[in-house]
């Protein structure tokens, strides 16, 4: 470790003899006033890393202390001397020096990281201040983004979209249009028109037998009862099997018991005439290894069976990252929000449903059968959006809770980016 150590007159001087010498990434160990001006004790930046990254042993005791003597520096030097037994017939063995040495060394790595953390953390304070100073509309805007619900990352990507010379209300409208372009919604009753087979899944709890009935509703209305069938996978709910039973009784449709995959291939190829059948699912933990066993069921039952996912309104939004990403590897091909009646605000999941690039077939808002379910559209569900955000939450931010939370270092880091939208974000 080749520590450098420059006088000059000023502060100023020294610090361009550094620069000149070591480059502008040099780390500064210390930098105190002298009689004769000022002393700056640098390390170049390729030393410091590979003084990190090395797993051999520090350099020796001696080694250490010739170079600090012939520094002129006595503060490390005051140091070894705390460490080495005054008494020379006590002197450590060379084992013993090394260990003295490597503690030494992870000390002055410990110190200069703490020094570098320090000084990120005032700099990116300084970043954020100016950040505000410059653009207070797209801070505002920022504000009223994370109050509705949508992610930070999602939001730094949207405000690096939106033209400099646009004020509050105008950076507002263009970030609801883009918003409204990326959330994919598909044609009003799509699957009903369409038909075909479709498996409801999802986590428990978040009304998928519900909204099989209400589909099976929809259909029944559109197409005849004898053009509808209801299968059901759901044995080990207590009820399960019987809610929908009573469901498929009162839209005049059987409802059959599925036991297994070869179970499930033959009561499809029995239902080939129909127009929709609906497949209401086992709702289990994003976390639970039988997830990847009723997609593989649901895949290799010989017939095309469509996923749709069930999303809540009410879950928050690294809940519904982790449910997308175990039931997105069996293949989904789109989803359904649930419990709309239910949220405080529909900004949590809308991200996530834009984020992931999920197709939004329909929203669903109360437990009324067909009545509560309705055809999704984008530019309403994102209006209903923003009007619902939250003034008075126990989890909004003042402004020196919002300042000090951003101005961190992923913030600081993140906001030096915002030109950069994120991937395949479509701008409208």
């Known amino acids: 470790m080749k520590v450098k150590r420059y006088i000059a007159s000023t502060s100023r001087e020294a610090l361009r003899q550094v620069k000149e010498e070591l480059g502008e990434d040099a780390v500064i160990l210390s930098n105190r006033k002298i009689r004769n001006g000022v002393e700056i004790m640098a390390l170049a930046d390729a030393e410091m890393s590979n003084l990190v990254q090395q797993d051999t042993p520090a350099p020796s005791l001696s080694s250490l202390s010739r170079h600090y003597e012939s520094q002129n520096d006595f503060t490390e030097a005051e140091t070894y001397s705390k460490r080495v037994p005054e008494n020379p017939l006590q002197q450590p063995s060379l084992h013993e020096n090394d260990s003295i040495s490597a503690t030494f060394a992870r000390d002055i790595i410990a110190e200069i990281q703490a020094m570098r953390t320090t000084l990120e953390d005032q700099m990116a304070t300084v970043a954020w201040g100016n950040f505000t100073q410059r653009r207070p509309d797209k801070v505002k805007l920022l504000r009223t983004l994370l109050d509705c619900g949508f992610s930070p990352l999602l939001t730094r990507h949207l405000i690096g979209k939106l033209p400099e010379d646009l004020d509050y209300e105008q950076s507002l409208k263009q970030a609801m249009s883009i918003l409204t372009a990326n959330l994919r919604t598909a044609v009003s009753d799509d699957m009903i028109e369409r038909g075909g087979i479709y498996a409801?899944?999802?986590?428990?709890?978040?009304?998928?037998?519900?909204?099989?009935?209400?589909?099976?509703?929809?259909?029944?209305?559109?197409?005849?009862?004898?053009?509808?069938?209801?299968?059901?996978?759901?044995?080990?709910?207590?009820?399960?099997?019987?809610q929908l039973r009573i469901y498929g009784q009162l839209l005049g449709i059987p409802v059959r018991n599925i036991k297994d995959t070869e179970d499930l291939q033959l009561t499809l190829s029995e239902l080939r005439n129909k127009h929709m059948v609906l497949i209401d699912t086992v709702g289990m933990s994003q976390r639970d290894r039988m997830v990847v066993q009723q997609m593989s069921m649901l895949r290799n039952c010989g017939m095309e069976v469509k996923r749709i996912l069930i999303l809540s309104a009410t879950c928050n939004g690294k809940t519904l990252d982790e449910i997308i990403s175990a039931y997105q590897e069996g293949g989904i091909s789109g989803c359904i929000i649930t419990k709309v009646d239910e949220a405080a605000s529909l900004g949590v999941v809308l991200d996530a449903a834009i984020r992931r690039k999920l197709m939004l077939h329909y929203v669903a808002n109360g437990q009324k059968v067909p009545e509560d379910i309705h055809?999704?559209?984008?530019?309403?569900?994102?209006?209903?959006?923003?009007?619902?955000?939250?003034?008075?939450?126990?989890?909004?931010?003042?402004?020196?809770?919002?300042?000090?939370?951003?101005?961190?270092?992923?913030?600081?880091?993140t906001l030096s980016s915002m030109g950069q939208a994120i991937a395949g974000l479509a701008y409208d």
Do not use: N
């Open 200 to 242: 409801l899944v999802g986590p428990t709890g978040v009304g998928k037998t519900t909204t099989t009935a209400k589909l099976a509703a929809r259909c029944v209305i559109r197409h005849g009862a004898d053009k509808v069938a209801l299968l059901t996978t759901d044995s080990y709910r207590i009820g399960g099997h019987e």
């Open 375 to 413: 055809a999704a559209h984008s530019r309403y569900l994102l209006h209903r959006a923003f009007k619902s955000s939250p003034k008075d939450s126990a989890f909004t931010l003042q402004d020196a809770e919002f300042a000090l939370i951003m101005a961190t270092k992923g913030e600081a880091e």
